[in-house]
């Protein structure tokens, strides 16, 4: 998963990242873990959603990696 519309999102809001940190609340190291494109819990999914007032894949995107798959069977 990766967050580049979430930025591509912010831009055409004319939001930049400290916006969504001072303004919005969104705390700095969420925003590190967003522009790491690291997991993220689905409640700050849903509020950046609320706050910005758009949809998932206005700010996520999901890029299939065989990889993962066998990472996930390894842990059974």
């Known amino acids: 998963i990766t967050y580049d519309r979430l930025w591509e999102t ?5 939001l930049s990242v400290n916006q969504l940190n001072k303004q919005l609340g969104v705390s700095k190291g969420q925003i590190s873990r967003l522009k790491n494109n690291m997991n993220v819990s689905t409640n700050t ?10 949809d998932l894949p206005d700010i996520m995107e999901y890029h299939y990696d065989p990889s993962d798959l066998t990472n996930i069977q390894r842990k059974k």
């Open 45 to 54: 999914l849903n509020r950046l959603c609320a706050l910005l007032h758009c």
């Open 10 to 14: 912010l831009k055409a809001k004319n």
